[in-house]
């Protein structure tokens, strides 16, 4: 079946191919390639597409939709050659524009479909990057296309309303796509690229023969014929693709990708604005260019959101839900400045290792949640904590000697202390710390922090001079003599 669907495809493409751009044949044999063969190109491609649905799986039911949308165009296609081709008379809109038309909402509803497969979660950035890309797109084609086609459509209005859905529906189909290529980050890949060129190229053959009807500076003749056919062709070859890899979920670019979306709205702004300038835009594309811009606007406010998360993410230490060591120096850096008071507790665990080699890391790290959150409480409303990493944490306080006093800062630093210590059966926790403050006793905050470093490693070996010995510890002292 597949053999029989491929030699049609390439094969027909190629008589009618010959047929129109070579003039291979001549006259006499224009409605048996530009019929016959046309007609049977059209519908290798959707059964192609058939067979593809019909392996089942996740993308089943977008596969029958976009084949469905094939085989209705060539529905159209063989009206059109059965009773509207050489006939005068025929009528307009006919049963043609009804399987022409009806390709394009089938094929949507494909797209949609097969984006919903391979993607089940996106980050909103990259949803909105697809949106802005496909508003982008879509307001420079309604001024293009669009606004050209309407300023001459002539008719009844059903006349005007069929003549004005093609370039419409096209224009669609062309934004679509070009905001799934911006979901897969501009990487679409082999499979994506072969159907979403496939439909691009048949809605720019649609455009050229809207043109073309118009004498818009397109050239007469049957050449654009063969240019729907190699779309068929693109379409019908997905039935011999592997799945397409998922798209992934979140929104990170490289290179020359992260510029693509900007560029696509800048562009597209200054061909609207210059076109503003020279003639007066319809309804449809002032509509697409503001939602553009609401869609632009819209995509800033997701980036501060997301930003101001991952900020807050970074100056959160996770284990704990104290501050962060990149917080720690951020908010150091704002206190540069000499004259503004700060005093600085550094303060260090005294038998957290033993602790963890006794009872493993998953305790130790439930053990520094408990302590931190009881730093946390003890601080509030008196100072800032942080977890400078490991087992050892920061406490920045507003204030020199002179705002505090002797007597305050060392209450400060005992009760910082007394948050993290924890007794129980087989373990003693305590905390060794050291203070420092600005500018009395330092000049800066990398000063005091390397001075109250020096303090509290001065007071944890006075303690561990001052504690006895242990029996493990007079074994190892004894084994060294």
Same mark, same amino acid.
């Given at each position: 079946?597949?053999?029989?669907?491929?030699?049609?495809?390439?094969?027909?493409?190629?008589?009618?191919?010959?047929?129109?751009?070579?003039?291979?044949?001549?006259?006499?044999?224009?409605?048996?390639?530009?019929?016959?063969?046309?007609?049977?190109?059209?519908?290798?491609?959707?059964?192609?597409?058939?067979?593809?649905?019909?392996?089942?799986?996740?993308?089943?039911?977008?596969?029958?939709?976009?084949?469905?949308?094939? &085989?209705?165009?060539?529905?159209?296609?063989?009206?059109?050659?059965?009773?509207?081709?050489?006939?005068?008379?025929?009528?307009?809109?006919?049963?043609?524009?009804?399987?022409?038309?009806?390709?394009?909402?089938?094929?949507?509803?494909?797209?949609?479909?097969?984006?919903?497969?391979?993607?089940?979660?996106?980050?909103?950035?990259?949803?909105?990057?697809?949106?802005?890309?496909?508003?982008?797109?879509?307001?420079?084609?309604?001024?293009?296309?669009?606004?050209?086609?309407?300023?001459?459509?002539?008719?009844?209005?059903?006349?005007?309303?069929?003549?004005?859905?093609?370039?419409?529906?096209?224009?669609?189909?062309?934004?679509?796509?070009?905001?799934?290529?911006?979901?897969?980050?501009?990487?679409?890949?082999?499979?994506?690229?072969?159907?979403?060129?496939?439909?691009?190229?048949?809605?720019?053959?649609?455009?050229?023969?809207?043109?073309?009807?118009?004498?818009?500076?397109?050239?007469?003749?049957?050449?654009?014929?063969?240019?729907?056919?190699?779309?068929?062709?693109?379409?019908?070859?997905?039935?011999?693709?592997?799945?397409?890899?998922?798209?992934?979920?979140?929104?990170?670019?490289?290179?020359?990708?992260?510029?693509?979306?900007?560029?696509? /709205?800048?562009?597209?702004?200054?061909?609207?604005?210059?076109?503003?300038?020279?003639?007066?835009?319809?309804?449809?594309?002032? /509509?697409?260019?503001?939602?553009?811009? &609401?869609?632009?606007?819209?995509?800033?406010?997701?980036?501060?959101?997301?930003? *101001?998360?991952?900020?807050?993410?970074? =100056?959160?230490?996770?284990?704990?839900?104290?501050?962060?060591?990149?917080?720690?120096?951020?908010?150091?850096?704002?206190?540069?400045?000499?004259?503004?008071?700060?005093?600085?507790?550094?303060?260090?665990?005294?038998?957290?290792?033993?602790?963890?080699?006794?009872?493993?890391?998953?305790?130790?790290?439930?053990?520094?949640?408990?302590?931190?959150?009881?730093?946390?409480?003890?601080?509030?409303? *008196?100072?800032?904590?942080?977890?400078?990493?490991?087992?050892?944490?920061?406490?920045?306080?507003?204030?020199?000697?002179?705002?505090?006093?002797?007597?305050?800062?060392?209450?400060?630093?005992?009760?910082?202390?007394?948050?993290?210590?924890?007794?129980?059966?087989?373990?003693?926790?305590?905390?060794?710390?050291?203070?420092?403050?600005?500018?009395?006793?330092?000049?800066?905050?990398?000063?005091?922090?390397?001075?109250?470093?020096? =303090?509290?490693?001065?007071?944890?070996?006075?303690? =561990?001079?001052?504690?006895?010995?242990?029996?493990?510890?007079?074994?190892?002292?004894?084994?060294?003599?």
């Amino acid at each position: 079946m597949r053999r029989v669907i491929a030699a049609i495809l390439f094969g027909g493409t190629a008589a009618v191919i010959l047929h129109d751009w070579l003039g291979v044949g001549g006259p006499d044999l224009d409605l048996a390639i530009n019929g016959v063969i046309y007609n049977a190109v059209v519908v290798g491609a959707g059964l192609a597409c058939l067979t593809r649905a019909l392996r089942g799986g996740p993308e089943r039911a977008a596969w029958l939709a976009i084949s469905a949308s094939i &085989l209705v165009w060539a529905g159209g296609d063989i009206w059109w050659t059965l009773y509207i081709e050489d006939n005068a008379t025929a009528p307009y809109p006919s049963p043609a524009d009804i399987g022409y038309l009806a390709f394009y909402p089938l094929a949507v509803t494909g797209l949609y479909l097969l984006v919903r497969a391979r993607a089940n979660e996106l980050d909103s950035r990259l949803w909105m990057d697809g949106v802005i890309a496909a508003l982008g797109a879509g307001a420079l084609g309604a001024a293009l296309v669009f606004e050209f086609v309407a300023d001459r459509a002539t008719g009844s209005a059903i006349e005007i309303a069929t003549t004005l859905a093609y370039p419409f529906a096209d224009i669609v189909l062309i934004a679509l796509i070009v905001g799934i290529i911006a979901l897969t980050r501009w990487r679409p890949g082999r499979t994506w690229s072969l159907l979403l060129v496939g439909l691009a190229t048949m809605a720019v053959a649609d455009v050229a023969f809207t043109l073309q009807t118009y004498e818009a500076g397109v050239p007469g003749g049957d050449w654009i014929e063969p240019i729907y056919l190699l779309s068929a062709v693109l379409l019908g070859l997905e039935a011999w693709q592997p799945e397409a890899a998922r798209i992934r979920p979140e929104a990170r670019f490289d290179g020359w990708r992260e510029l693509v979306v900007p560029a696509i /709205v800048a562009v597209a702004m200054i061909a609207l604005v210059a076109m503003q300038y020279f003639s007066h835009a319809s309804a449809l594309t002032t /509509v697409l260019w503001s939602a553009t811009m &609401l869609a632009v606007i819209g995509r800033l406010a997701v980036s501060l959101r997301e930003n *101001k998360t991952l900020l807050e993410q970074v =100056r959160t230490d996770q284990l704990t839900d104290l501050g962060s060591q990149a917080r720690l120096q951020m908010d150091l850096a704002e206190r540069r400045r000499p004259t503004a008071p700060l005093t600085v507790v550094l303060l260090d665990l005294n038998g957290f290792k033993r602790y963890n080699d006794t009872f493993g890391h998953p305790a130790g790290d439930k053990m520094l949640r408990l302590l931190g959150g009881r730093l946390k409480a003890a601080m509030r409303g *008196k100072a800032t904590a942080y977890r400078l990493g490991g087992d050892e944490f920061v406490v920045l306080a507003e204030g020199g000697l002179v705002d505090f006093g002797l007597p305050e800062r060392d209450a400060l630093a005992v009760s910082a202390a007394e948050a993290l210590t924890s007794h129980g059966r087989g373990f003693d926790l305590s905390a060794a710390w050291g203070f420092a403050s600005i500018p009395e006793e330092a000049d800066s905050p990398a000063e005091a922090m390397r001075l109250a470093d020096v =303090r509290m490693y001065a007071q944890k070996e006075s303690r =561990r001079l001052a504690e006895p010995l242990g029996a493990a510890d007079r074994e190892a002292l004894q084994q060294s003599h």
